[in-house]
């Protein structure tokens, strides 16, 4: 069965600066996406970032990064110049390309940021 | 374009009661995915479903139950409601079995008292 496990409950970076949020899933499949969402405080969540399996290259939104490593099954969330709105859940969700369609969830990080 | 929207946003309902959440999806969107978020356990998954059948399922009881109409709305219902059924219920819409974006509602939280 697929996981994804966020060991980070809460993270707090000085307004512009850079922080990173880990993640790693296990799966035994190849093909699948990963994704960040942000969930602010008004508990609308919204995608931030995603990474096709597929792609090499790391995802990149802006001030959002990714660095992800598919053999050792890490997603990570790089968030630079770090701003007061981005303060909120964040969540690493994976979602298989084959068989049924289910997304997986980790359990989140909560980010403050600093002024 | 307008988004997804759940209704009601705020529910309080007594132990033993059932309750029925509905949810929009953005137009053109076929696929809805319901979670149940709490601060201890995150989202997790309850159901999906796609042109009016339910594709995948989550793992939870069969007090737990969901349908999707022709217009692509969906309804989950909980009955004989329990404590710790209290939560927030995310909706998500995404356009059709290619994995694309989900895009979520604004939740309705659900209070059993």
């Known amino acids: 069965a697929q996981t994804v496990t966020q060991s980070q409950p809460e993270m707090s970076v000085q307004e512009a600066e850079t922080v990173t949020l880990s993640c790693t899933y296990d799966?035994?499949?190849?093909?699948?996406?990963l994704f960040w969402y942000k969930q602010p405080p008004s508990r609308q969540m919204i995608l931030v970032i995603r990474?096709?399996?597929?792609?090499?290259q790391n995802a990149t939104e802006n001030r959002f990064s990714v660095n992800f490593q598919k053999a050792a099954k890490s997603f990570s969330l790089k968030i630079s110049d770090s701003q007061l709105g981005d303060a909120a859940m964040y969540f690493c969700?994976?979602?298989?390309?084959?068989?049924?369609?289910?997304?997986?969830f980790g359990t989140g990080t909560r980010l403050k940021v600093l002024a | 374009k307008a988004g997804v929207t759940q209704t009601p946003r705020y529910l309080i309902k007594t132990r033993g009661q059932q309750v029925t959440l509905s949810c929009s999806p953005i137009?053109?969107?076929?696929?809805v995915s319901w979670y149940q978020q709490t601060p201890g356990q995150g989202l997790q998954f309850l159901f999906e479903?796609?042109?009016?059948?339910?594709?995948n399922k989550g793992n939870f009881p069969g007090r737990f139950s969901g349908r999707q109409f022709s217009n692509s709305r969906s309804e989950m219902n909980v009955s004989t409601l329990e404590l710790g059924d209290s939560a927030l219920y995310l909706c998500?819409?995404?356009?059709?079995?290619?994995?694309?974006?989900?895009?979520f509602g604004p939740g309705t939280r659900l209070t059993v008292l």
């Open positions: 998500a819409s995404s356009r059709d079995k290619e994995y694309n974006e989900q895009f």
């Open positions: 799966t035994s499949e190849s093909d699948y996406y």
């Open positions: 990474q096709e399996a597929y792609k090499q």
């Open positions: 969700a994976y979602c298989r390309l084959s068989g049924t369609y289910k997304y997986i």
């Open positions: 137009s053109g969107h076929r696929s």
């Open positions: 479903y796609f042109s009016e059948t339910q594709r």
